[in-house]
Protein backbone atom coordinates (compact mmCIF):
# COMPACT_ATOMS: atom_id res chain seq x y z
CA UNK A 1 0.00 0.00 0.00
CA UNK A 2 2.77 2.41 0.16
CA UNK A 3 2.30 3.19 -3.79
CA UNK A 4 -1.08 4.43 -2.56
CA UNK A 5 -2.52 8.02 -1.50
CA UNK A 6 -3.56 8.19 2.23
CA UNK A 7 -6.85 10.31 3.72
CA UNK A 8 -7.07 9.40 7.51
CA UNK A 9 -6.68 5.72 7.77
CA UNK A 10 -7.63 4.81 4.21
CA UNK A 11 -5.20 4.11 1.25
CA UNK A 12 -6.99 4.88 -1.51
CA UNK A 13 -6.08 5.72 -5.45
CA UNK A 14 -7.87 7.86 -8.36
CA UNK A 15 -9.73 6.42 -10.47
CA UNK A 16 -11.05 8.24 -13.94
CA UNK A 17 -14.29 6.82 -16.08
CA UNK A 18 -16.29 8.65 -18.88
CA UNK A 19 -13.77 11.82 -18.25
CA UNK A 20 -15.10 12.00 -14.78
CA UNK A 21 -12.45 11.06 -11.87
CA UNK A 22 -13.15 9.71 -8.25
CA UNK A 23 -11.73 8.05 -5.56
CA UNK A 24 -11.28 4.05 -4.83
CA UNK A 25 -10.95 3.41 -1.34
CA UNK A 26 -7.96 0.60 -1.85
CA UNK A 27 -7.22 -0.63 2.00
CA UNK A 28 -7.22 0.95 5.67
CA UNK A 29 -4.28 1.59 7.70
CA UNK A 30 -4.60 -0.21 11.38
CA UNK A 31 -1.20 0.29 12.00
CA UNK A 32 -1.80 3.29 14.06
CA UNK A 33 -1.50 4.85 17.47
CA UNK A 34 -4.91 3.74 18.40
CA UNK A 35 -7.15 0.77 16.97
CA UNK A 36 -10.23 1.83 14.29
CA UNK A 37 -12.48 -0.24 14.78
CA UNK A 38 -15.48 1.63 13.40
CA UNK A 39 -13.79 3.24 10.67
CA UNK A 40 -16.51 5.74 8.81
CA UNK A 41 -15.87 6.19 5.42
CA UNK A 42 -15.74 9.83 4.06
CA UNK A 43 -18.00 10.75 0.71
CA UNK A 44 -15.02 13.25 -0.35
CA UNK A 45 -11.08 13.29 -0.87
CA UNK A 46 -9.44 15.86 -2.43
CA UNK A 47 -12.97 17.34 -3.63
CA UNK A 48 -13.39 14.32 -5.65
CA UNK A 49 -16.51 11.96 -4.81
CA UNK A 50 -15.69 8.21 -2.95
CA UNK A 51 -17.46 5.91 -5.74
CA UNK A 52 -15.87 2.18 -5.16
CA UNK A 53 -14.17 0.05 -2.44
CA UNK A 54 -11.59 -2.32 -3.83
CA UNK A 55 -11.37 -5.87 -3.99
CA UNK A 56 -10.20 -7.83 -1.09
CA UNK A 57 -9.88 -3.53 0.57
CA UNK A 58 -10.77 -4.54 4.03
CA UNK A 59 -10.88 -8.26 4.20
CA UNK A 60 -8.97 -9.32 7.62
CA UNK A 61 -9.18 -6.09 8.82
CA UNK A 62 -10.27 -5.99 12.71
CA UNK A 63 -13.40 -3.65 12.46
CA UNK A 64 -17.01 -4.22 14.46
CA UNK A 65 -18.25 -1.90 11.82
CA UNK A 66 -18.27 0.65 9.46
CA UNK A 67 -19.78 3.57 7.98
CA UNK A 68 -19.77 4.51 4.37
CA UNK A 69 -21.10 7.30 2.37
CA UNK A 70 -23.89 7.63 -0.46
CA UNK A 71 -21.23 8.20 -3.13
CA UNK A 72 -20.55 4.76 -2.96
CA UNK A 73 -22.01 2.61 -6.38
CA UNK A 74 -19.56 -0.40 -6.26
CA UNK A 75 -18.19 -2.43 -3.56
CA UNK A 76 -16.00 -5.01 -4.94
CA UNK A 77 -15.04 -9.18 -4.85
CA UNK A 78 -14.42 -10.02 -0.80
CA UNK A 79 -14.18 -6.55 0.12
CA UNK A 80 -14.63 -7.51 3.59
CA UNK A 81 -13.76 -10.92 3.71
CA UNK A 82 -12.87 -12.89 6.87
CA UNK A 83 -13.77 -9.28 9.05
CA UNK A 84 -14.26 -11.69 12.12
CA UNK A 85 -14.73 -9.05 14.89
CA UNK A 86 -17.74 -7.21 12.24
CA UNK A 87 -21.01 -7.24 13.77
CA UNK A 88 -22.98 -5.26 11.48
CA UNK A 89 -22.99 -3.73 8.55
CA UNK A 90 -25.26 -1.53 5.99
CA UNK A 91 -24.61 -1.17 2.33
CA UNK A 92 -25.72 2.69 1.20
CA UNK A 93 -28.63 2.89 -1.43
CA UNK A 94 -26.68 4.06 -3.82
CA UNK A 95 -24.68 0.85 -4.23
CA UNK A 96 -25.58 -0.70 -7.09
CA UNK A 97 -23.00 -3.38 -7.58
CA UNK A 98 -21.69 -5.58 -4.47
CA UNK A 99 -19.09 -8.27 -5.14
CA UNK A 100 -18.94 -12.09 -4.29
CA UNK A 101 -17.82 -12.85 -1.25
CA UNK A 102 -18.47 -9.12 -0.21
CA UNK A 103 -18.74 -10.20 3.76
CA UNK A 104 -17.97 -14.08 3.55
CA UNK A 105 -16.52 -16.05 7.20
CA UNK A 106 -17.47 -12.97 9.08
CA UNK A 107 -18.22 -14.67 12.37
CA UNK A 108 -20.02 -12.50 14.57
CA UNK A 109 -21.85 -10.72 11.95
CA UNK A 110 -25.53 -10.76 13.26
CA UNK A 111 -27.17 -7.96 11.08
CA UNK A 112 -27.25 -6.40 7.38
CA UNK A 113 -28.72 -3.81 5.89
CA UNK A 114 -28.68 -4.13 1.74
CA UNK A 115 -28.92 -1.17 -0.62
CA UNK A 116 -31.91 -0.47 -2.36
CA UNK A 117 -30.52 -0.05 -5.64
CA UNK A 118 -28.38 -3.87 -5.50
CA UNK A 119 -31.16 -6.35 -7.07
CA UNK A 120 -28.62 -9.79 -6.34
CA UNK A 121 -27.24 -10.55 -3.59
CA UNK A 122 -23.94 -12.10 -5.05
CA UNK A 123 -22.62 -15.69 -4.72
CA UNK A 124 -20.83 -16.73 -1.27
CA UNK A 125 -21.88 -13.20 0.12
CA UNK A 126 -22.86 -13.96 3.52
CA UNK A 127 -21.31 -17.83 3.64
CA UNK A 128 -20.09 -18.41 7.16
CA UNK A 129 -21.64 -15.85 8.70
CA UNK A 130 -22.59 -17.94 11.98
CA UNK A 131 -24.07 -15.30 13.77
CA UNK A 132 -26.06 -13.43 11.16
CA UNK A 133 -29.36 -13.28 12.44
CA UNK A 134 -31.38 -10.33 10.31
CA UNK A 135 -30.88 -9.26 6.73
CA UNK A 136 -33.16 -5.97 6.09
CA UNK A 137 -34.17 -3.77 3.03
CA UNK A 138 -34.47 -6.45 0.40
CA UNK A 139 -37.71 -6.21 -0.80
CA UNK A 140 -36.43 -4.80 -4.38
CA UNK A 141 -33.98 -8.25 -4.70
CA UNK A 142 -34.55 -10.32 -7.73
CA UNK A 143 -31.68 -13.05 -7.43
CA UNK A 144 -30.05 -14.47 -4.47
CA UNK A 145 -27.47 -16.01 -5.54
CA UNK A 146 -25.42 -19.47 -5.04
CA UNK A 147 -24.06 -19.69 -1.01
CA UNK A 148 -25.18 -16.45 -0.57
CA UNK A 149 -26.42 -17.36 2.81
CA UNK A 150 -25.04 -20.95 3.18
CA UNK A 151 -24.23 -21.65 6.79
CA UNK A 152 -25.59 -18.37 8.40
CA UNK A 153 -27.35 -18.36 12.19
CA UNK A 154 -30.92 -17.50 9.95
CA UNK A 155 -33.93 -18.61 11.71
CA UNK A 156 -36.59 -17.09 9.73
CA UNK A 157 -36.32 -15.42 6.22
CA UNK A 158 -38.84 -13.77 4.05
CA UNK A 159 -38.14 -14.48 0.17
CA UNK A 160 -39.33 -10.89 -1.49
CA UNK A 161 -42.22 -10.65 -4.18
CA UNK A 162 -39.76 -9.51 -6.55
CA UNK A 163 -38.01 -12.48 -6.47
CA UNK A 164 -37.06 -13.95 -9.54
CA UNK A 165 -34.73 -17.07 -8.79
CA UNK A 166 -33.29 -18.79 -5.67
CA UNK A 167 -30.09 -20.54 -6.63
CA UNK A 168 -28.70 -23.72 -5.55
CA UNK A 169 -27.44 -24.18 -1.51
CA UNK A 170 -28.31 -20.41 -1.34
CA UNK A 171 -29.57 -21.30 1.75
CA UNK A 172 -27.72 -24.79 2.38
CA UNK A 173 -26.87 -25.85 5.95
CA UNK A 174 -28.49 -23.25 7.70
CA UNK A 175 -29.33 -25.47 11.10
CA UNK A 176 -31.00 -22.57 12.51
CA UNK A 177 -32.96 -21.77 9.81
CA UNK A 178 -36.59 -22.91 10.89
CA UNK A 179 -38.87 -21.02 8.60
CA UNK A 180 -39.06 -19.53 5.10
CA UNK A 181 -42.27 -17.17 4.52
CA UNK A 182 -42.80 -17.27 0.72
CA UNK A 183 -46.05 -15.77 -1.58
CA UNK A 184 -44.93 -16.29 -4.43
CA UNK A 185 -43.03 -19.22 -6.68
CA UNK A 186 -39.60 -17.84 -8.48
CA UNK A 187 -37.37 -20.22 -10.26
CA UNK A 188 -35.79 -22.24 -7.19
CA UNK A 189 -33.16 -24.77 -7.52
CA UNK A 190 -34.00 -27.87 -5.82
CA UNK A 191 -30.36 -27.89 -3.82
CA UNK A 192 -31.04 -24.01 -2.64
CA UNK A 193 -32.36 -25.61 1.12
CA UNK A 194 -30.00 -28.57 1.02
CA UNK A 195 -28.94 -29.77 4.41
CA UNK A 196 -31.46 -27.06 6.18
CA UNK A 197 -33.22 -29.98 8.11
CA UNK A 198 -35.18 -27.68 10.11
CA UNK A 199 -36.72 -25.20 7.46
CA UNK A 200 -40.53 -25.43 6.97
CA UNK A 201 -42.54 -23.22 4.47
CA UNK A 202 -44.73 -20.82 5.19
CA UNK A 203 -46.86 -20.25 1.98
CA UNK A 204 -50.54 -18.61 3.00
CA UNK A 205 -52.58 -19.64 0.16
CA UNK A 206 -50.37 -20.02 -2.59
CA UNK A 207 -51.00 -23.51 -3.77
CA UNK A 208 -47.84 -23.37 -6.20
CA UNK A 209 -45.74 -23.28 -3.88
CA UNK A 210 -47.19 -25.51 -1.63
CA UNK A 211 -46.78 -28.20 -4.48
CA UNK A 212 -43.10 -27.34 -4.79
CA UNK A 213 -42.44 -27.25 -1.04
CA UNK A 214 -43.54 -31.22 -1.24
CA UNK A 215 -42.11 -32.22 -4.24
CA UNK A 216 -38.74 -31.65 -2.22
CA UNK A 217 -39.96 -32.97 0.97
CA UNK A 218 -40.00 -29.37 2.87
CA UNK A 219 -42.86 -29.33 5.15
CA UNK A 220 -45.26 -26.68 5.49
CA UNK A 221 -45.86 -24.05 8.13
CA UNK A 222 -49.38 -24.11 8.73
CA UNK A 223 -49.45 -21.21 11.89
CA UNK A 224 -49.07 -17.75 11.68
CA UNK A 225 -46.60 -15.75 11.92
CA UNK A 226 -46.28 -14.05 15.53
CA UNK A 227 -46.65 -17.51 16.95
CA UNK A 228 -43.41 -18.44 15.43
CA UNK A 229 -42.10 -15.62 16.30
CA UNK A 230 -43.39 -15.64 20.05
CA UNK A 231 -41.67 -19.26 20.04
CA UNK A 232 -38.65 -18.08 19.00
CA UNK A 233 -38.90 -15.69 21.82
CA UNK A 234 -39.70 -18.48 24.51
CA UNK A 235 -36.94 -20.40 22.84
CA UNK A 236 -34.36 -18.18 23.56
CA UNK A 237 -35.79 -17.54 27.39
CA UNK A 238 -35.62 -21.35 27.76
CA UNK A 239 -31.97 -20.74 26.74
CA UNK A 240 -31.01 -17.71 28.87
CA UNK A 241 -32.28 -19.77 31.93
CA UNK A 242 -30.21 -22.99 31.54
Request: include cysteine; hydrophobic fraction near 35%; proline fraction near 4%.
Amino acid sequence: MTSDKKFQCFYYEIEKEDKEQYVKIVGLDELVDEPISSPVVPAYIENLPVKAIEDCAFNYAKITSIQMPETLVKIGHYAFFCCHQLKEISFPNSVNFVGLHVCGVCDSLQSVKWSSSAFTIPKNAFCSCHSLKTVSNIEHVKTIDSNAFRKTGLELFKIPKSALKISGCSFAECNDLKLIKMTHLPYIDKKAFMDSNNVKIMCGTNHYVAEWAKLCNIPIYESKLDDFLNSVVCDKKKEGER
